[in-house]
């Protein structure tokens, strides 16, 4: 009777702990199922939400594509509407042909990125293309507006100077055939004729330049520059004599000395110059490029370049260096 009440005791005290055992695994179950089951419905709210945000997306970049093309419509307008002027400069011209290109090339490379099939990819890199997308349109109407109006103020000063070139010149073919009326009025036309013989030159500029990775840029720091480029625009004459012209240049320091490419030290005398060279002139229209090199490093500040023919000076521009 002992041995029996004694095999019964063991199991007596596992039962219990059976039980608590299961009911300790199906309280996990149910935490388990009840997490999954939020978690389950946490996935479907961002799969609903990320739906809508694709179909906002996808109405953003339609709205993006019609904002680029009508950018870049009026851009081309108004590159047209400079183009269409019949006393176009002639450089001027090629420039705005090039502009047009680029701008052209500019809305095909945003489009692409507006377009992207990555941009679907993933929930970010959409957003992240279209706000780029936003950005490189507003970069491109702004700096190509700014070339437009600088193109438009050229064109207009351009037109302005040759109207009063002609002006001179008609004065002094009036003169050149009444010279021989009166003595004393023989000289003051000689005095005008003389002037009527110099080169007419308009937008003179002189610009300190570089050369980087093959291709001329501007730079006003003094340690970078390599050169002086100088450009202007030497005007049709039927008065002046067709034949080579000697012109001379000066750069006047900021100290008043002239740069000169011979010597690194620096002299005030009127009988140096910079630059001389020759242009063959035919009267008609001709632009003209020179550069000036030096092996002494530019000092800084404001500099004044003169342009010399015949003994005078014809025309002058200023740049400053830093």
């Known amino acids: 009777m002992d041995q029996t009440n004694q095999a019964e005791t063991p199991k007596n005290k596992a039962l219990p702990l059976f039980i608590l055992l299961f009911l300790a695994s199906l309280a996990l179950s149910a935490f388990l199922f009840f997490k999954y089951a939020?978690?389950?419905?946490?996935?479907?709210?961002?799969?609903?939400?990320?739906?809508?945000?694709?179909?906002?997306?996808?109405?953003d970049r339609n709205s993006i594509l019609n904002k680029l093309a009508i950018v870049e419509q009026k851009l081309q307008d108004r590159i047209n509407e400079i183009l269409a002027q019949e006393d176009l400069k002639e450089d001027l011209r090629k420039q705005l042909l090039a502009k047009s290109r680029a701008l052209g090339a500019a809305r095909s490379k945003i489009s692409r990125l507006i377009?992207?099939?990555?941009?679907?990819?993933?929930?970010?890199?959409?957003?992240?293309?279209?706000?780029?997308?936003?950005?490189?349109?507003?970069?491109?109407?702004?700096?190509v507006t700014s070339y437009i109006a600088k193109a438009e103020r050229s064109q207009q000063?351009?037109?302005?100077?040759?109207?009063?070139a002609a002006k001179t010149e008609a004065l002094s073919l009036v003169l050149l055939k009444a010279q021989d009326s009166v003595t004393q009025e023989n000289k003051l036309l000689i005095?005008?004729?003389?002037?009527?013989?110099?080169?007419?030159?308009?937008?003179?500029?002189?610009?300190?330049?570089?050369?980087?990775?093959?291709?001329?840029?501007?730079?006003?720091?003094a340690s970078k520059v390599e050169r002086i480029k100088f450009s202007f625009l030497v005007q049709e004459s039927t008065l002046i004599e067709k034949e080579d012209k000697d012109l001379l240049i000066r750069i006047?320091?900021?100290?008043?000395?002239?740069?000169?490419?011979?010597?690194?030290?620096?002299?005030?005398?009127?009988?140096?110059?910079?630059?001389?060279?020759?242009?063959?002139f035919d009267g008609s229209e001709k632009g003209v490029t020179l550069y000036y090199a030096q092996e002494a490093e530019y000092k800084d500040g404001a500099y004044t370049a003169?342009?010399?023919?015949?003994?005078?000076?014809?025309?002058?521009n200023r740049f400053s260096l830093r």
């Open 38 to 59: 939020k978690n389950a419905a946490t996935i479907q709210q961002q799969s609903e939400e990320l739906k809508l945000s694709y179909e906002i997306l996808e109405l």
């Open 115 to 143: 377009t992207s099939e990555g941009g679907m990819a993933s929930s970010s890199s959409g957003p992240r293309n279209l706000l780029e997308a936003t950005k490189q349109i507003k970069h491109l109407r702004d700096s």
């Open 157 to 164: 000063n351009y037109v302005t100077a040759k109207k009063a």
């Open 191 to 221: 005095n005008k004729l003389s002037a009527a013989s110099l080169l007419r030159v308009i937008e003179f500029l002189a610009t300190p330049v570089r050369n980087r990775r093959g291709t001329i840029e501007s730079t006003d720091k």
């Open 252 to 280: 006047i320091s900021p100290n008043g000395s002239v740069l000169t490419q011979n010597t690194n030290k620096l002299t005030a005398s009127k009988e140096l110059f910079s630059l001389r060279e020759s242009i063959t």
């Open 306 to 316: 003169e342009l010399w023919h015949s003994g005078k000076i014809i025309n002058s």
